[in-house]
């Protein structure tokens, strides 16, 4: 049974957000401000975890940045509909999706369904060997699915679940384009829609990452009107 945990300042989203997620086989736990949180977090982390952006004591954005100095747990960010620069901002941070305020519960449960599959994925809960779980190399990276663990020229990159996947789909295939449908395919369920901006956000926040360990990585190269491609050295 996988724990999710809530949090957010509003009692009845939390009440009901709960509710549903329990009828869904899910354990549930709940916090009412981000500070709450993350001391339950620096106890134990949960499987998984959403997030409102706007709290007292510690907003979200600030709990997604103490957590992600730790874990690439899933996290879910809930906006409300005019806060399109903190969700751009969130992805950038590592966050792995958003859902917009008001929403469909059911939406949620598919997009959480749809980020715990992946991380299954890749930790590598599938039987046999496959194109998503061997070892890759391609020039200066190495990706490894089983462990969840990227480098660069031999340095460690630290991805979520979202980003891993990404860089796994673009590297796969180097020379190829990959266009943000097919990028969508490989983040998120078919059931699950996201927008160009959502993939352009990860991989902005992909490339930080791997520039934060060389400054003059340039191995994802964007396509404008088309798509990605990953370039091997």
Same mark, same amino acid.
């Given at each position: 049974?996988?724990?999710?945990?809530?949090?957010?300042?509003?009692?009845?989203? /939390?009440?009901? @957000?709960? #509710?549903?997620?329990?009828?869904?086989?899910?354990?549930?736990?709940?916090?009412?401000?981000?500070?709450?949180?993350?001391?339950?977090?620096?106890?134990? #982390?949960?499987?998984?975890?959403?997030?409102?952006?706007?709290?007292?004591? #510690?907003?979200?954005?600030?709990? /997604?940045?103490?957590?992600?100095?730790?874990?690439?747990?899933?996290?879910?960010?809930?906006?409300?509909?005019?806060?399109?620069?903190?969700?751009?901002?969130?992805?950038?941070?590592?966050?792995?999706?958003?859902?917009?305020?008001?929403?469909?519960?059911?939406?949620?449960?598919?997009?959480?369904?749809?980020?715990?599959?992946?991380?299954?994925?890749?930790?590598?809960?599938?039987?046999?060997?496959?194109?998503?779980?061997? /070892?890759?190399?391609?020039?200066?990276?190495?990706?490894?699915?089983?462990?969840?663990? @990227?480098?660069?020229?031999?340095?460690?990159?630290?991805?979520?679940?979202?980003?891993?996947?990404?860089?796994?789909?673009?590297?796969?295939?180097?020379?190829?384009?990959?266009?943000?449908?097919?990028?969508?395919?490989?983040?998120?369920?078919?059931?699950?829609?996201?927008?160009?901006?959502?993939?352009?956000?990860?991989?902005?926040?992909?490339?930080?990452?791997?520039?934060?360990?060389?400054?003059?990585?340039?191995?994802?190269?964007?396509?404008?009107?088309?798509?990605?491609?990953?370039?091997?050295?």
């Amino acid at each position: 049974m996988s724990k999710i945990a809530l949090v957010d300042d509003d009692r009845n989203i /939390l009440t009901s @957000v709960s #509710m549903t997620l329990e009828a869904e086989g899910f354990e549930v736990e709940t916090y009412n401000d981000g500070q709450a949180a993350l001391d339950a977090f620096n106890k134990k #982390m949960p499987d998984m975890a959403v997030f409102d952006i706007k709290m007292p004591r #510690m907003d979200g954005m600030d709990l /997604l940045q103490r957590v992600r100095q730790k874990s690439k747990m899933p996290v879910i960010f809930l906006t409300s509909k005019d806060d399109e620069i903190d969700e751009v901002l969130g992805l950038r941070m590592g966050a792995d999706d958003y859902v917009k305020k008001p929403f469909s519960q059911r939406l949620l449960v598919e997009r959480i369904r749809a980020l715990l599959r992946r991380q299954e994925a890749v930790a590598g809960d599938v039987v046999g060997e496959t194109e998503e779980t061997k /070892l890759m190399t391609r020039g200066s990276l190495t990706m490894d699915p089983l462990r969840h663990a @990227v480098t660069w020229k031999g340095m460690d990159v630290s991805l979520t679940v979202t980003e891993f996947l990404l860089l796994q789909a673009l590297a796969q295939r180097p020379g190829f384009v990959k266009s943000r449908d097919q990028l969508m395919d490989v983040a998120y369920d078919d059931q699950v829609y996201v927008d160009d901006r959502t993939i352009d956000s990860h991989i902005k926040r992909l490339r930080k990452k791997m520039r934060a360990v060389d400054p003059d990585f340039s191995a994802i190269e964007t396509l404008y009107g088309i798509g990605y491609r990953y370039n091997e050295e």
